[in-house]
């Protein structure tokens, strides 16, 4: 074996991202000794309820069979996120997942579409869309394909429980030799040549020492701030939003397989269905709104009663200046945070260990390979970062200071070339492998009432009766498409039901 190969990993805090990386790694690291501490007497802040359709990539490098883990975890399974009055109050729009309706020749489905809306002959965005069609109808099934129309079939991610999530996740890892300890961490010991950490040191008095440590120890950053102190850079000038109330409550009618975002005066609401709760919480900033307020905000917007007293979490939106210093790579909130609006929070930890894997190091902690992740993790970060600012930013709303500010404020020169773009001929091009694709930010801008000037010019190709006729036949194939699936609660109950689907 390679002298210089790593040998010894400690994962230090659970929850999510440390169960997540877990097992990660002993999925795919072979002889690996992998060794994760964490307290029960901490708590985890599981602010990631909602996922992306990547989760599904990681669920099957960790060998999950996809029904067995939607029981295990109260899953429901989502085909976008609903945004309601965040152009101006009364407005209402999908983000979906997947496809939205076929490019012609060389231009994407978007430029015609462009033509269709300013001619009249073009219905909503959603009706090209088997996401948000199958969602509004509350269907779901596993379709990979349209058969015999080039179309594709269903993408999908989930909601579910975080806390159920990082305890399936413990049992896989724990099946794969991770050894767990129990215990809060008190003092971090450093090697005095270089600087690495070489142990952690429990309250009992034992050492746990490793060659690599991956801190998921939350907003503390135990390792990548308190011990190394990697710095901290702030973007709340950009995403004030400061606080999140957050509360369980019961069901109160079948799950609906999308996630809702529901703006209001100083801030936004989740609705996220389980199959045994819903997930509800009032995200706002502290500048415009006391937490009192904001609680009752929320109370009076649950569909269902609530089955928790509301808990606040405080958090500063941004990302460590270095996810990985020395010896120590940061992974979930240790990390950075970005405020739950896209559903990212738990893709950016997948992201962060897939980014891991392919910069995994040698025991010499190579600094040009230590220097690449971290380019690679920034660029994710911010690109994320601006797709969330242009919610804000592109408001039409009146009724508050919250969100004159946000329409106002100066936003990063990545985005507002985005947007100067789009407006100009509705034109989108995606910058490297940024994770939102061109068909969601379109959704997004047009969703916002971002108009652009004019489309392409090829799109003049086709007469208006031709037009028409290429938006028809996609609206009746997606529309016959979603009224074959199943009712998204009936597929549950088949296929995945953890226990009493009410």
């Given amino acids: 074996m ?4 790593i040998t010894k990993v400690v994962i230090v805090g659970g929850g999510t991202a440390g169960w997540m990386a877990a ?9 690996l000794s992998i060794r994760l501490v964490e307290s029960d007497a901490i708590g985890t802040v599981g602010v990631g309820e909602a996922t992306i359709p990547a989760i599904r ?6 060998g999950a069979d996809e029904n067995e883990f939607v029981r295990e975890t109260g899953s429901t399974f989502k085909l976008g996120i609903e945004f309601r009055d965040w152009g101006r109050i009364g407005d209402s729009y999908m983000h979906a997942f997947g496809q939205i309706g076929r490019s012609l020749g060389m231009l994407p489905f978007s430029q015609y579409w462009l033509r269709g809306r300013a001619e009249g002959v073009a219905a ?6 088997l996401g948000e069609t199958a969602a509004r109808r509350y269907r779901f099934g596993r379709l990979p394909r349209v058969a015999d129309t080039g179309l594709d079939g269903m993408a999908y991610a989930f909601h579910f429980d975080a806390a159920l999530y990082a305890a399936y996740l413990r049992k896989i890892a724990q099946g794969r030799g991770v050894e767990r300890h129990e215990g809060r961490i008190v003092g971090v010991r450093r090697n005095g040549a270089n600087g690495h950490v070489a142990a952690v040191v429990l309250e009992n008095g034992e050492e746990i020492s490793g060659e690599l440590f991956i ?6 950053g135990l390792l990548i701030e308190e011990a190394l102190e990697t710095g ?14 957050a509360v369980p409550s019961e069901n109160a009618g079948p799950a609906r397989p999308y996630t809702q975002a529901i703006a209001h005066r100083s801030g936004w609401q989740w609705r996220i269905p389980l199959q045994h709760r819903t997930g509800n919480g009032h995200v706002f900033c502290s500048d415009y709104l006391s937490e009192d307020e904001a609680a009752a905000i929320l109370l009076a917007n649950i569909e269902g009663r609530a089955l928790a007293e509301p808990r606040t979490l405080r958090f500063t939106t941004g990302m460590r200046k270095r996810g990985w210093t020395g010896n120590v790579v940061a992974l979930g909130l240790a990390s950075g945070f970005l405020e739950p609006l896209e559903s990212t929070s738990i893709h950016l930890i997948q992201n962060g260990i897939a980014r891991l894997l392919a910069h995994f190091p040698g025991r010499d902690f190579d600094a040009a390979n230590i220097d690449a992740y971290n380019r690679r993790i920034r660029f994710d970060y911010e690109r ?3 797709f969330v600012i242009l919610h804000y930013h592109a408001n039409q709303r009146s009724d508050s200071p919250f969100w004159a500010r946000c329409r106002d404020m100066a936003i990063p020169d990545t985005l507002a070339r985005k947007i100067d773009l789009f407006r100009s001929h509705g034109q989108l091009f995606r910058d490297g492998d940024e994770l939102f694709i061109d068909i969601g930010w379109f959704q997004v801008l047009t969703g916002q009432n971002i108009v652009p000037h004019g489309h392409h010019p090829m799109a003049d190709a086709l007469t208006r009766d031709e037009l028409a006729g290429f938006f028809r036949d996609i609206e009746t194939i997606v529309a016959g498409a979603a009224s074959r699936l199943p009712a998204h609660q009936d597929f549950i109950a088949q296929h995945c039901a953890a226990g009493v689907f009410a």
């Fill in 384 to 386: 994320i970062r601006d």
């Fill in 232 to 245: 901290f850079e702030d973007w709340s000038h950009w995403l004030p939003c400061d606080r999140a109330i």
């Fill in 23 to 31: 097992a990660a790694l002993s999925s795919t690291m072979g002889e």
């Fill in 57 to 62: 990539l990681f669920n099957a490098m960790i």
């Fill in 215 to 220: 801190d998921c120890s939350g907003f503390r």
């Fill in 124 to 129: 909503p965005l959603g009706h090209y869309s």
């Fill in 2 to 5: 390679d002298d210089s190969r």
